[in-house]
């Protein structure tokens, strides 16, 4: 197999919730100034899970178009990215490989590493298609970001799927090598399995992102990638958009270039749209950045963007990808912003309720109320087995 086939992103297509909860509704319940969040943190409103929506049904709906795009013959793999899993062992892609009538000849896995995880998926199977350029490999992240009420992460919870097909001679971004990558042992986030809601230190976590950037952007030059200054956009992962202010302010100082705010905004601007009325969406986040900046910037043709993803803990990776020529005729922006602007406004009683929802683990019959209007649900949970159906 030549190692200098070109192979990436063929199709992408992202989906949320039925719900929505605008940051206004909650400053006016908390008494927070409304600028804190708005220009803050940068965020405006957060993708809210119906009580039949996780993580299984969001990643069905937004691979389901692929799906009806390209048929399903050259799937082989199923690679689902998550940190917010409903099962220790089970991966959630199971689920989706059956609601969406794949074939059994699959294999399918699930990848966690926090907000790294889809990325990880991503490189993994640009090395399938690279061993097989007949196969194509389905990767979804799925997440669903939840934090405990009246805590400093309570803004920017957020939930969202990005489904992507990887092929050979793709239709959008290719991937290139090489990558700069760095892990380091650092508790500033994590989830133990007792928890619904995860922890978080702020000021460690946003100090170790910055530190992760450098690093693996040092890396990336070690290893013989691009200058900087080729790059025509940059997709960080955001967990509030104003991360990815925060994180290219630091590339450009690392590398030694003066802090233009013009620069910064034509670099990270664009990346933000659907991050800042969705929220954090994990392993999805800077997927949701690349599908905004393809569906929003002018003519990217030829032109490499840069991807720095990062999951606390911590890993991170940062590389290239190239838009190749005829690219925006594969877009799905209308169906993009349609995703969003469908979901139903709550008001903040209604949000903290469905926050607060959660089965019992008694292995009794619960079914869900029916709310969402997307194509799948979770019906029930009926001796402790999740029983999704379409609607």
Not at 129 to 150: E, F, G, N, T
């Amino acid at each position: 197999m030549a190692k200098d086939r070109a192979v990436g992103i063929h199709d992408l297509s992202l989906a949320t919730t039925e719900f929505v909860l605008p940051h206004t509704a909650l400053a006016e319940y908390n008494g927070t100034e409304i600028g804190k969040y708005h220009l803050g943190i940068g965020q405006r409103s957060m993708s809210v899970p119906a009580a039949d929506e996780d993580i299984v049904t969001m990643g069905a709906a937004a691979a389901a178009p692929i799906i009806a795009r390209h048929g399903t013959d050259r799937i082989r793999t199923v690679l689902f990215a998550t940190e917010s899993s409903i099962d220790q062992a089970k991966s959630a892609g199971v689920y989706v490989h059956a609601l969406l009538g794949l074939p059994s000849a699959t294999r399918v896995v699930e990848l966690k590493q926090a907000c790294y995880g889809a990325t990880a998926a991503l490189q993994s199977a640009v090395g399938l298609v690279l061993r097989d350029p007949r196969q194509q490999v389905l990767v979804v992240a799925s997440d669903v970001s939840k934090y405990d009420l009246d805590s400093p992460g309570e803004p920017t919870q957020g939930a969202a799927a990005v489904a992507m097909l990887v092929a050979a001679d793709p239709a959008l971004v290719r991937v290139e090598e090489p990558s700069g990558l760095f892990t380091a042992d650092i508790m500033d986030f994590w989830r133990p399995n007792y928890r619904e809601a995860a922890l978080v230190d702020g000021e460690a976590s946003i100090t170790a992102y910055l530190h992760a950037v450098e690093s693996a952007w040092k890396d990336y030059t070690e290893q013989g990638g691009r200058p900087l200054d080729e790059f025509a956009a940059f997709c960080y992962h955001q967990p509030f958009t104003k991360m990815a202010y925060k994180a290219h302010r630091h590339l450009l100082n690392t590398c030694g270039y003066d802090t233009d705010e013009a620069l910064l905004q034509r670099a990270v601007e664009d990346t933000t749209a659907y991050n800042r009325v969705i929220g954090n969406s994990y392993t999805a986040s800077a997927y949701l950045g690349l599908a905004a900046l393809l569906d929003r910037a002018d003519d990217l043709t030829g032109r490499p963007i840069g991807f720095l993803s990062y999951g606390s803990g911590s890993v991170a990776e940062f590389f290239a990808g190239t838009a190749v020529p005829g690219y925006r005729r594969h877009l799905r922006t209308a169906a993009h912003q349609e995703a969003i602007d469908r979901r139903r406004t709550l008001d903040h009683a209604a949000y903290r309720e469905l926050h607060e929802r959660s089965f019992p683990t008694d292995g009794g019959d619960h079914p869900a109320p029916p709310q969402t209007t997307g194509p799948f649900r979770l019906a029930a949970l009926r001796g402790h087995k999740r029983i999704y159906e379409r609607r």
